[in-house]
């Protein structure tokens, strides 16, 4: 077959299924449904590969021919067209992407979805580097950047008091550093962050404050009994010891999930503190948890004001969307209205930490039952992949049991803890 004449190209029919047309040399003009495109193939280790070369018309015969003599003649002197061009393609890309700030912003981009971040953590991430990194070297090439001009960054936050923030400054950083080794922006050798730890020392954690003293957590619920604030944000307060989930997981509940008749609050994997990923896996079971009869006079009270449907604790700021829910400060403001210091005595969190240990102590239940109760995982080796007990009807009697023991506290009697060994536990 002869050579390709421009009316052979523009007569070429589009078809629901792309063909070729040969013009000799490796030169192919692609006809597909909607364009027409050249190709220039070639055999690379017996196997065929195909490098565009443009669209016609914007690319015309005599252009395409000429690009085509072009990849030929590099073939000849040994170089691969197509390696050439991803070569290209990266020296561009890092040509681009110099800066720091460009580099950073390429990773949290590329990270958010490989990764899977939720949009809260994602605008955390970028928010941190906004703050504390991109006013002092995001215009600087990161090959450029002093490890010295890093560790000021970091310390400026230190000194601000924010010592666990500039650690995990530290660490974006650090990722950072490696996401412009892996495109070619910067030499391995360069990457001077990887294992330094800037001059920082280790972050001491703290728990969240709870009260797990039985005689100080009955004033409390006398307290909370005796808050006369909003019926929206007393019933929050009266549930986040009474069922100690999650201060986001009892925000987010809606009635939808409450199933008033079997006495269980049904919470989608979306509302639970995990993994993004894990949220979207339809695998992912919902986390049960059984509600006493206290909470069920609570629910049953507050139902009028904001039921049927939607959520449970909806905003109390005027001109509020009916969907929008109630702040993440609430539970925590209206404790430092009763006159908790809730950096140092008792949190929304805290309670957590209160059931965790009061039942363990005071009612005997083992730890198994008060762990997936928690929503925590299971502390065997793959005990998630295996071990997939809920504990439900023993949970149902354990929660009825916390009740009725916030109750005796409330009312000034405090139990003695159990003596019973933890093989003859209730959950046995």
């Known amino acids: 077959m002869g050579q390709l004449t421009e009316l052979q190209i523009k007569n070429a029919e589009h078809r629901a299924k792309e063909y070729l047309l040969a013009d000799g040399d490796g030169l192919y003009l692609r006809v597909r449904p909607t364009r027409k495109v050249w190709l220039y193939r070639y055999m690379r280790d017996g196997k065929n590969i195909k490098l565009g070369l443009g669209r016609y018309p914007v690319v015309s015969l005599s252009a395409a ?22 070569e290209k393609r990266e020296r561009e890309q890092a040509t681009r992407l110099n800066t720091f700030e460009l580099v950073a912003r390429a990773w949290h981009k590329v990270s958010e979805k490989d990764r899977q971040w939720s949009p809260g953590y994602a605008d955390k991430i970028i928010r941190y580097l906004e703050l504390h990194v991109f006013p002092w070297v995001g215009r600087l090439p990161v090959a450029d950047i002093k490890p010295t001009e890093v560790v000021r960054c970091l310390h400026r936050i230190k000194e601000r008091g924010n010592l666990e923030t500039a650690m995990r400054v530290r660490e974006t950083i650090l990722h950072v550093y490696q996401y412009a080794v892996d495109t070619g922006v910067l030499e391995p050798a360069r990457n001077f962050v990887n294992g330094r730890t800037g001059g920082l020392p280790a972050v001491r954690s703290r728990h969240y404050p709870a009260i797990t003293d039985p005689n100080q957590l009955g004033q409390l619920l006398r307290d909370i009994r005796a808050y006369n604030g909003h019926m929206i944000t007393r019933a929050a307060l009266q549930l986040a010891p009474l069922l100690f989930q999650r201060p986001g997981q009892l925000r987010f509940a809606h009635w939808e999930d409450i199933d008033l008749d079997d006495e269980l609050w049904n919470c989608p994997p979306e509302k639970m503190k995990m993994r993004e990923w894990k949220k979207r896996d339809s695998r992912t079971p919902a986390h049960l948890v059984p509600l006493p009869s206290q909470a069920m006079e609570i629910l049953r009270d507050l139902h009028p004001l904001t039921g049927p449907k939607g959520p449970i604790f909806r905003s109390m700021a005027k001109r509020s969307e009916a969907m929008r829910y109630m702040s993440e400060n609430t539970i925590n403001s209206a404790l430092r209205t009763l006159g908790y210091d809730t950096k140092e005595q008792v949190t929304g969190h805290g309670f957590r930490a209160t059931a965790r240990t009061l039942i363990r102590e005071y009612l005997g239940w083992d730890k198994e039952v008060i762990e997936r109760h928690l929503a925590h995982a299971s502390s065997e080796e793959l005990g998630d992949s295996y071990d997939r007990t809920t504990f439900l009807e023993q949970r149902r009697e354990m929660i009825q049991c916390w009740a009725d023991f916030l109750d005796e ?20």
């Not at 003599?69 to 061009?85: C, F, L, Q, S």
């Not at 009312?411 to 003695?416: D, E, F, L, R, T």
């Open 65 to 86: 021919r000429q690009k085509a003599r072009m990849e030929m003649e590099r073939r000849v002197d040994g170089i691969d067209p197509k390696e050439a061009r991803r």
């Open 409 to 428: 506290l409330a009312a000034g009697n405090v139990p003695k803890p159990v003596r019973t060994p933890s093989h003859l536990t209730k959950a046995a």
